[in-house]
Every structure is written in structure tokens, then in C-alpha cells.
């Protein structure tokens, strides 16, 4: 490559990626090594991901792969599934809104795990997919569940709200009864206008196991302990999808991640 190319792709990247990763690190404030430290895990990667005029070709790459890394989160884990295309002729089912909280990574790395994750997914009662309604369904999670971002403690007690007549069934793990409450509202809320029945839909279930010791597993002469169950955390909202039946991809209504292609509404 030339130097004029060379000088022309690193301007590019000083420009668009720069751009993209000041805002994904927009609650972090600064943007030079002179204001962004090395001892605050944000902070620090924000400052390795951003490019700067004097950096050489290799450094340009390094700071690209890290980039790809951290806002795409292409190293978090293996997923176990099947083609959706392979599901879509399997089963039958309703439209179906799904939201997916997150652990903050950093501070699940401060716990020496990976970010718990929580998911919270209803029956989407509409009958007719036109882009208004679909809008509509999408503007308002954005303002229920990203201004502000909703959040809630993650537990280890099972809270269940079922209402047959609404096709609500919700588990929720959480120690406090008000944060099940919180989040079941809030989505209750979404297409519905009436106050939950707490008394009759809403039930505790404590099963009394020790979640604290999550057990080990012998591979190959080497004990690996597993993952632990129903970790303590403290869960933000992170994007929520719809499923059509008959669409092999969901619609990604509402995203805060910045990695969701074609998002609805961008948070």
C-alpha cells in the first residue's frame, strides 16, 4: 500500500471510526490520553480503541481489532441454536416481543464472570404488521425502557405473574419483590392501560438451594468450575426484538448496544 493510501485510510478511521466510538463511550468523558485514564476500565479501552494522527499502520489495525471486540462483543460466549429458517417450519407461534437486559461487562470482570443477562418477552396482541404499528410498538419501549435506561437486581428468588386472560406469563429472578413488581408493570404497560392484579396473578417461589456454590465439572484431568446459576447483578435494558411468525429474522425494535443492524429506534 502507498503512503498515499496509507495517509487516506488512516484519515478515514480517525474520522468514522472515531465518531463511532466517541459515541459508543459517550458516558465517558475526555478523548486524549491527557484526560482519559489507564486505571478505569472504560476509561482505558476508550483510549486504546480511539485513533490518533501519529499512529502507525499497525497500531491502526490493533486499535480496529479492539474496537470489533469491545462494540461488537464478538469474544462474550458460544450460542447453541438451530437455523431459524429450520425453526419457522417447526413451530407455530404468536408475535412475540423480547427484551434483553445486560450486565455492565465491567462490572460482571470485577466478579471474574461474564455479564449476567435477563430476558423478559410478551405476547404481542396486534393482528396487523404495518410499519406505523410496528413504530408505534417501538417508540414506546424506547421511552419506557431507554429514557431512562430501565434497570433492575438481578436475584436468585422466582417471582411468576401469570394472567391467562392477558397471555401474560412472566418469571422474574430478583431477591426484592418490588423490582419483580417494577419490571412486570413496565411491561404490562407496554399494551395495556390496567393495573396488574398483583393479589391474584403474583406468586414467590424460594426453592432453597445454595446458588453460591455453582459446582465443578472434571474435563481431561482438569476441574473447571461451571457457570454460576442465577448470579447477583444489577441488569440494564440493551434491546428488544419482535418475531413474525413466517420472518426468519426478528425486527430489532430498539437497540443501546450500537451493534443491532436496521434497528427501529437507536438509543
Known amino acids: 500500500m502507498s503512503k498515499p493510501d ?44 480511539l485513533h490518533k494522527d501519529t499512529d502507525t499502520m499497525t497500531l491502526t489495525l490493533a486499535r480496529m481489532l479492539t ?69 408505534l410498538l417501538a417508540t414506546k419501549i424506547l421511552n419506557d425502557f431507554a429514557k431512562p435506561v430501565f434497570f433492575y437486581r438481578k436475584g436468585r428468588k422466582a417471582f411468576t405473574y401469570w394472567d391467562k386472560e392477558k397471555t401474560y406469563r412472566f418469571t422474574v429472578y430478583t431477591d426484592d419483590e418490588t423490582d419483580a413488581k417494577k419490571i412486570i408493570e413496565q411491561v404490562i404497560r407496554i399494551q395495556d392501560d390496567s393495573e396488574p392484579d398483583w393479589d391474584t396473578n403474583l406468586r414467590e417461589h424460594i426453592d432453597g438451594k445454595n446458588y453460591n456454590v455453582p459446582g465443578t465439572v472434571r474435563v481431561m484431568g482438569q476441574l473447571i468450575q461451571k457457570p454460576k446459576k442465577r448470579p447477583l447483578a444489577t441488569v440494564k435494558f440493551s434491546y428488544a426484538e419482535l418475531f413474525i411468525p413466517g420472518i426468519t429474522k426478528p425486527l430489532v425494535l430498539v437497540d443501546r448496544t450500537g451493534t443491532k443492524a436496521r434497528a427501529f429506534k437507536i438509543a
Not at 488512516?10 to 463511532?20: I, K
Not at 459515541?23 to 472504560?42: C, E, I
Open 6 to 49: 496509507v495517509e487516506t485510510f488512516q484519515s478515514y478511521c480517525r474520522t468514522y471510526f472515531n465518531r463511532a466510538i466517541n459515541k459508543h463511550f459517550r458516558d465517558v468523558d475526555g478523548s486524549d490520553d491527557a484526560s482519559l485514564s489507564t486505571a478505569a476500565p472504560r476509561q482505558l479501552i476508550k483510549r486504546i480503541c
Open 67 to 135: 474496537w470489533w471486540v469491545e462494540a461488537g462483543n464478538l469474544l462474550d460466549e458460544y450460542i447453541y441454536g438451530i437455523p431459524s429458517t429450520d425453526f419457522e417450519i417447526s413451530n407455530t407461534y404468536y408475535p412475540q416481543v423480547k427484551l434483553h437486559f445486560r450486565e455492565d461487562k465491567y462490572e460482571a470482570s470485577d466478579n471474574s464472570r461474564r455479564p449476567a443477562r435477563s430476558e423478559v418477552s410478551f405476547r404481542w396482541r396486534e393482528e396487523d404488521y404495518t410499519t406505523t404499528n410496528i413504530n
